[in-house]
């Protein structure tokens, strides 16, 4: 029987991409009478808003309305979790970052609503801002407690090294934000239904929180609103919970207007309004052994939130869970926490903390290797996660359970030609010149659950038609990633029907409620999981059915548990040549009046985590990876280009490898984005200076690698996973890690000639000017 | 303001189309004629999603002004497949998986052909050089650039084909 998972099988709408016929939000038709929302936005960072007048801005023509604070039926707020986030201020409110939307006005056209938003005059009293981590550490500018993860005693750690011979290294270490720059903006359109009840279209990887939020704004129940997502345009994280308010704006036009309303973000306001991958401050010291041993390490990681909480607390988790990335730490404190600062709330972003986390363990591993005068590499080898129990442990607790990433570290060094092109480039090196090249391995070991345990959970709805045709709807949301088709391929394979009979619909808050995000790479294994379970209720239902068609005149009767599905058809197992279409098989139980529509369920099973002790196993498995990078660095202008990539990534017993590989290439080059060239600058009055590409660079084709060679871990099924795959969509991200490291090994041979730099400081991102910065210092 | 006509043709119609002039090509074509294939991803020409060809070279159609597009020629993404027949860049682009969220393809394409037409055995830096104004947030490039160089020697080998 043809299989239909693991087939590198096109994404579910690469036919209407190519052709232009992909409808996103944006491209909707609007009703007669539609309106177009623009913000009214505060121009400093931290003021108190004293008044705000509205009627120069009704005099615009084709101004149809101003929506303030005084326009919200229900709760003016779009908090996901704590409740610190007003859809609109009003006097005495106080604006707490730049940009800010204070009030929003509607208008017959775009061009409309931003010119009124021009003349709505806001008075304010401006208050001081915190930009800084350092300054919100130092004024105790804070969302939460801190959070603690502890292995062993670090403090007698760190008094007892001196006896035993070790290092003690310590250091500060900060990590740029970086935005998502999906290439659709932010875009709601809400639709009030004839007895007030509210229909929006969103660009949202979370329809039932978006649902939630406009729920509670408007003082309605859940059910009388509903969310519909029919994809987007990237989201990476970055409408995870930010698509909420422009949806919850929408309504709140729509159920005062009557008319439908459109919220669009242009590119800027995109930017300046929303949040962003977090900048983090960490402050560490490491106790190394003088052979290269990893004895303890005392972390503390601070993550700039922002000025409202969002998701922050989960995010520092995340990047708690993996400051260990692939090593193993026998004794290790971690203490982590969310500063408030005026800043955009930042928010999800592929990897959730994970990047960061990532960062700083290959940070401290860099800076502890140069100070007792060993390769960093080979300090990263020697302290990879080995063997079973302790040593293949993590910080918190988990058991990694397979020596996976071991594996990995030693097949991509092979099939890389890492060593021999190492001695090559030392030695080019050597000569001298203003060109130095480097090269570096580093892996990716990520957890893959929520770590909020009650969030893994999916809920799937199954329809087979009397013709045999099949609706499937899931939780999940499709966002470029290739969910859609992993799920046909799953509905597909249960049912043995041609993926052509499969039709993926939008996902509705209608069809399957108390969805989770499409998050946290989840949206595979999840859904999957109740995908597969509501074919294989039918399926159940299906089968006695085919074995009465199948059973012969005279003959013996087939079993219902004796008969194959696969291949449009069903048949007998044991004589395969007997057999039944699946359409003829539904048409009979439709007329045998069996039920052809079914829900499924899946929560991951085995996961926890007790946050008060740190300890637990919050993930079920871990996707690892590791990539080498080799770079060229230019010594006069920091210039810096990526010659050679070589990925080794396990996604388990791949669902889809074209979408599989998409995801790891895409993924390698954010990351690497976000380490090299993505900077992030806000001024000193905490406007966001990098607000379009023109002055915030994300990779283009002519940055990335020229000899890019990436592979799937072969043989490599995941127990207990929907077909033996594994999530993909965030761990790739952090392999793109490596290209800072080597270029830090290139920054490294710009030393003295027969020294070794004790340290080489580098800034993330490592733009061209911090390369010249990091070659000037190692340069004394 | 006063409105104008604007007398175009697009994906080989004349269309006679009346518009405020300070509006753009891009509007023109999304919310007059509701092709809405081309996207608006920056609004300042620096992200390419946009991307159209006029008289056969591609633009930026958010920084064409409509009255730009007087008597031109203008190709979008819903005018590259004829008689419904994709046009092989467009099944390499499926094919090779050279897409994820889509925003980013139909200015991709656009380049691509653009590029396709003046030199049919484009080197891989070449195809690097053409697509480098359209931004692409999802895929790393990697299989779009495999894609266009799929289309072009399927092209090629085609018009062998033609030409015996």
């Known amino acids: 029987m043809t299989r239909v998972v693991g087939r590198p099988t096109p994404h579910e709408s690469a036919r209407l991409h190519v052709t232009g016929q992909a409808r996103y939000t944006d491209d909707l038709p609007l009703p007669p009478g539609a309106l177009h929302g623009w913000p009214v936005t505060s121009p400093h960072a931290h003021a108190r808003v004293v008044a705000i007048a509205v009627s120069e801005a009704t005099t615009i023509p084709g101004v149809v309305t101003i929506l303030t604070r005084e326009d919200v039926p229900g709760e003016n707020n779009s908090g996901p979790l704590r409740h610190d986030e007003p859809l609109f201020l009003g006097a005495g409110d106080v604006a707490t970052y730049h940009g800010q939307a204070i009030a929003w006005v509607l208008g017959t056209s775009v061009e409309a609503a931003r010119q009124g938003a021009g003349r709505v005059v806001v008075t304010y009293e401006k208050l001081d801002a915190i930009l800084d981590p350092a300054d919100a550490i130092r004024l105790g500018s804070v969302h939460t407690d801190p959070q603690w993860i502890r292995r062993g005693d670090v403090d007698v ?48 990887q979370h329809p039932s929180e978006t649902q939630a939020i406009v729920a509670h704004a408007l003082g309605l129940s859940l059910n009388d609103v509903v969310v519909q997502c029919v994809r987007m345009g990237g989201g990476f994280g970055g409408k995870e919970t930010q698509a909420n308010a422009w949806a919850a704006v929408a309504a709140i036009g729509a159920w005062k207007t009557g008319r439908a309303v459109k919220v669009r973000l242009d590119r800027d306001r995109h930017m300046i309004l929303t949040g962003k991958r977090h900048p983090f401050l960490a402050r560490y010291r490491v106790v190394v052994s003088r052979s290269g041993d990893l004895c303890g390490l005392d972390l503390e990681l601070y993550a700039d939130g922002g000025w409202s909480l969002d998701l922050s607390d989960a995010v520092l988790g995340r990047a708690m869970f993996h400051a260990d990335n692939g090593y193993f730490f026998p004794v290790m404190r971690v203490r982590g926490q969310v500063l408030k600062t005026h800043k955009t709330s930042q928010t999800a972003f592929r990897g959730f903390g994970g990047p960061q986390g990532v960062a700083v363990a290959e940070e401290i591993i860099d800076c502890a290797a140069r100070a007792i005068g060993m390769d960093p590499h080979d300090v990263r080898t020697r302290n990879l996660y080995r063997g079973s129990g302790e040593t293949n442990t993590t910080h918190y607790g988990q058991e990694i359970g397979d020596n996976r990433l071991a594996i990995i570290w030693e097949g991509v060094q092979d099939s890389g030609e890492f060593v021999s092109r190492r001695e090559a480039i030392r030695a080019a090196n050597d000569l001298g010149g203003g060109m130095r090249r480097g090269i570096a391995v580093t892996p990716v070991k990520f957890g893959i659950s929520f770590t909020t345990t009650f969030l893994n959970q999916a809920g799937a709805l199954v329809l087979i038609y009397s013709d045999g045709s099949v609706q499937v709807n899931h939780g999940g949301t499709e966002m470029g990633q290739g969910l859609q088709v992993k799920m046909a391929q799953v509905a597909a394979e249960v049912l043995g029907v041609p993926l052509a009979s499969i039709r993926m619909m939008p996902t509705r808050t209608d069809k399957v409620p108390n969805t989770s995000a499409t998050a946290a790479s989840s949206g595979s294994d999840l859904n999957g999981g109740a995908v597969r379970d509501a074919c294989l209720t039918l399926r159940g239902r299906l089968a006695p059915v085919a074995a009465q068609l199948l059973t012969a005149h005279g003959a013996p009767a087939v079993h219902a548990d004796d008969v194959d599905f696969g291949d449009g058809q069903v048949s007998v197992r044991s004589r395969p040549d007997q057999r039944v279409a699946f359409a003829s098989v539904v048409r009979a139980a439709y007329l045998a009046r069996v039920g052809l529509s079914s829900t499924g369920y899946y929560r991951t099973p085995g996961i926890w985590f007790d946050k008060a002790s740190g300890r637990g196993k919050p993930f079920h498995y871990y996707a690892c990876g590791a990539a080498i990078a080799e770079v060229e660095v230019d010594g006069f202008t920091g210039q810096m280009r990526v010659l050679r990539v070589d990925i080794l990534h396990d996604v388990g017993s791949s669902l889809n490898p074209l979408v599989d590989t998409g995801q790891v290439e895409g993924g390698f080059i954010q990351g690497m984005g976000w380490v090299t060239m993505e900077e992030v600058v806000w001024g000193i009055d905490g406007r966001l200076l990098t607000h379009a590409p023109s002055t915030y660079k994300i990779p283009a084709s002519t940055d990335v690698p020229g000899d890019w060679r990436v592979t799937l871990l072969p043989r490599a099924a995941q127990p207990g996973v929907i077909y033996g795959s594994k999530a993909v969509g965030e761990p790739p991200l952090m392999l793109g890690l490596c290209v800072r490291e080597a270029i830090r090994d290139a920054v490294a041979s710009f030393a003295p000639r027969g020294s070794h730099p004790e340290r080489v400081g580098l800034a993330l991102p490592a733009t061209g000017e911090a390369i010249l910065d990091a070659i000037d210092a190692v340069r004394g | ?56 070279r591609p633009v930026n159609s958010c920084l064409v002004l409509a009255p730009e597009a007087e008597g031109r020629r203008v190709t979008t993404v819903e005018g590259l497949a004829e ?34 037409r003046s030199n049919t055995e484009p080197s891989e830096q070449s195809i690097r050089y053409a697509i480098s104004g359209n931004l692409c947030r999802c895929t790393g490039y990697d299989k779009i650039v495999r894609a266009i160089e799929v289309a072009s020697k399927r092209m090629k080998a085609n018009a062998a084909i033609a030409s015996h």
């Open chain 1, 157 to 204: 750690e760190l008094v007892g090294a001196g006896e035993a011979g070790h290092a003690i290294v310590s250091g500060e270490f900060r990590m740029g934000a970086q935005d998502h720059f999906p290439l659709e903006t932010h875009v709601s359109v809400a639709l009030a239904d004839e007895d007030g009840r509210m229909m929006v279209h969103s660009s949202t």
């Open chain 2, 83 to 116: 008689d419904n027949k994709l046009h092989p860049v467009q099944t390499a682009f499926i094919e090779e998986g050279g897409l994820q969220c889509g925003i980013c393809t139909p200015g991709m394409l656009i380049s691509a052909v653009a590029l396709l």
């Open chain 2, 1 to 56: 303001m006063a409105k104008m006509i604007i007398n175009v043709e697009v994906n080989g119609e004349r269309q006679e189309l009346l518009t405020e002039p300070h509006r753009t090509l891009l509007d023109l074509l999304r919310d007059n004629l509701s092709l809405t294939g081309t996207k608006e991803g920056c609004g300042t020409g620096d992200c390419g999603a946009c991307t159209v060809l006029i008289d056969g």
